[in-house]
């Protein structure tokens, strides 16, 4: 999970409003922040600076090309419908093999948004090792209980 740099944003309209206390967050830790153009009005408007980005079929440069050439380091992306789908497929692409993290739903963004600036200092979140306990049993390995 990237601690700095530069979050690109592009989220349905029913998405805006919730979104926007993430994205904040994340400003305020430093990021950077880009959407496409009706995501970009609405984050502006809201008082986050933030860079417009062209949609891939908007032409170049486009998302893509941001993602592909290093400036991206983490996406927010829901869409609603099949076509918009469709439409995030190159997104989603690059995302994974440029290994930028990519979150498809509201909740795990904000979740994402949330829990940067509680990474340890190594900036990586590792997991809890498991501590389990059994009770002692007179049983051996493999034999059933009667």
Not at 53 to 66: F, Q, S, W, Y
Not at 124 to 138: E, G, Q, V
Request: proline share 6%.
């Amino acid at each position: 999970m990237p601690r700095k740099g530069t979050v690109f944003v592009s989220v349905r309209e029913s998405d805006k409003t919730r979104i926007a206390e993430a994205v904040q967050l994340l400003y305020s830790l430093g990021f950077k922040v880009m959407a496409t153009s009706g995501t970009q009005r609405f984050l502006t408007d809201f008082g986050i600076p933030t860079e417009k980005v062209n949609k891939v079929l908007e032409g170049r440069p486009h998302i893509v090309d941001a993602i592909t050439n290093g400036d991206i380091q983490l996406v927010f992306n829901t869409t609603e419908g099949p076509q918009a789908l469709a439409d995030s497929r190159s997104l989603r692409r690059a995302a994974l093999l440029h290994k930028v993290p990519y979150y498809t739903t509201l909740s795990g963004a904000v979740a994402a948004a949330q829990g940067i600036p509680r990474l340890s200092g190594a900036g990586t979140l590792r997991s809890a090792p498991c501590r389990a306990t059994f009770p002692k049993t007179d049983r051996s390995p493999g034999e059933e209980a009667r």
